[in-house]
Structure formats: structure tokens, C-alpha cells
């Protein structure tokens, strides 16, 4: 296991995924320095041997590395770039990783204004949720220098399973645009197939199970298929993060120049599902705009 003995590592964001990779950072051997809107996780982690930090630029300060892993892209640019933000407290030895899903545009000019202070960014979003972030085994997907990309990996040894440098800043967010993408629609696919099944006669557990192994066969069927058969929606992700995730792949692709009209299907049961009130429910939940009694 990679050792991080000696490092001072700043992490924003202790949420339902940012909780438990700090956590894998500091049984690694981090010093960690950690900053969250809600006081009540900050207290827990503190307890178990990290340290507060009153302010973003306070965690740049105290760490040459930030991660930030926050929910929307408007909370990222505050973070960096608000009062008493990251970027107060970048120097030339700073790096600051953006693990969350973050608008591509937006991640460009986060990544300028780091630099422009001297530091480095990745742009590194992860898949693989909590189940991933609590076992160390998420998938990244970075966009960086080849530099900063040699700094940011004993981190990411720790983070994840699998990391792959997409290329340079901002890949990273085109990857899990993509990601999300396959995601939203494969939960979509499920549930309208575990629905047929269930309303044509069938046990929807033993669809599933003949399913395995072949061609219909995922991580979503295995996984979120569960999660519908036993109507357990305890967010993992949720459905508002995915219609959000959703809404980007479909706002960048617009600015390309062209339509993706499934993902906009996709989006449109989401957006069901949140106004009925089921957005922080899991994104498995999605099968409740199609059968309400599951």
C-alpha cells in the first residue's frame, strides 16, 4: 500500500463521497487539513486525528496538496476562486485536485486561475460511488500535466483502482461526461427492463440472475438491479446529483455543436423523480418514475 507518511494533504468537501476518501488518505499516513460547510462531519473527522481549517485559502496554506471533492460547479468556483477561497492561498508549490463533476469550460479557467498563481490543477472526477470511495477502489479520470499527473498519483493509489490521464485539464471532466452518460441510461435500461418483467409475470430477481454473465450484463444491473428488486434507495449517488451530471453532458454537447436525444430522455425522468418529490433518493430510484410501486 502506497504510504503517505510525511504529506500534509488539504480535502474539501466531506460529503457522502469526500467523508470516506479522506478518511482512506489518513490511514494511509496523511496529515490531513480539512474544511466543510456543515460543522458536524468536520468535529467527527477531528476526533479521529485531523485537523480544522477555518477557510479554503487556510487549507491551501497549510497543504502544497488541496482535493477538492464538492457537488456542483458553482460550489467549486466559490471555493476556488471566492473570498478567502483556494486560490488565496495557491503558491508555486501548491497542487489542487478537483475530484468532483465540474461544468468543462468552468474547469479550464479553475485550472488558469490556479496557474496563474503557480500552481498546478487536475481535474480527476471518479466513478463508483460510495461503495468505491469507502473501499479505496473508485475509476479516475484525470485531465493535467504529465507533472502534476507524477504528484497527484500516490493520492490517487490510495483513492482508486484505477486511474487513467485522459490528457490535458479538462478531459477529465469530458470522460465522466461520458461516464454519467452510460450510467444515467443504463439505470434508465434496467428499470424499464426489471419493470416488463415484474408487470409481464416474471420475478424480477430471476431476470436479473439469467441476465448475468451475458450481453445485458453490468455493474448497473449487478449493483442498482439490486437496489430496485429490493426498493433500497439510500443514496449512493443521488437523483438530483445525476440529473445534474446529465444536464452538463448535455450543456457541452450543445456547445459542440450537436444533440444527444437519449441522455435528453434520460434527464426528462429525472427530472420526473425530483418533482416528485424523490430527488435525494439513489439514482437507482429512477425506476420509480416508471413503476411507482417499486
Sequence with gaps: MTS??????????????????????????GDMVIHNRSQAVVEELVAEGMTPASSPAAVAEAADTVICMLPDTPTVEAILLGVNGVVEGVSESSLIIDMGTTKVPSTR??????????????????????????????TIMAGGTDAAMVRAMPLFDILGARTTHVGGTGNGQVAKAANQMIVGLNIGAVAEALTLAKKAGADPAKVRQALAGG?????????????????????????????????????????????????????ELYDRMIKDGGGELDHSALIKAIDPEA
Design 4 to 29: 503517505l507518511d510525511g504529506q500534509t494533504i488539504g480535502f474539501i468537501g466531506l460529503g457522502l463521497m469526500g467523508k470516506p476518501m479522506a478518511r482512506n488518505l489518513k490511514t494511509a499516513g
Design 215 to 267: 450481453f445485458a450484463d453490468s455493474r448497473i444491473l449487478e449493483v442498482h438491479g439490486q437496489r430496485m428488486i429490493d426498493g433500497a434507495f439510500e443514496p449512493g449517488g443521488k437523483c438530483t446529483t445525476q440529473r445534474k451530471d446529465l444536464d452538463q453532458a448535455l450543456e457541452l454537447a450543445s456547445q459542440l455543436g450537436f444533440d444527444l436525444p437519449a441522455t435528453t430522455l434520460c434527464r
Design 109 to 138: 479557467a479553475f485550472s488558469d486561475a490556479v496557474q496563474a498563481k503557480g500552481g498546478d490543477y487536475v481535474d480527476a472526477p471518479v466513478s463508483g460511488g460510495t461503495i468505491g470511495a469507502e473501499s479505496g477502489s473508485l
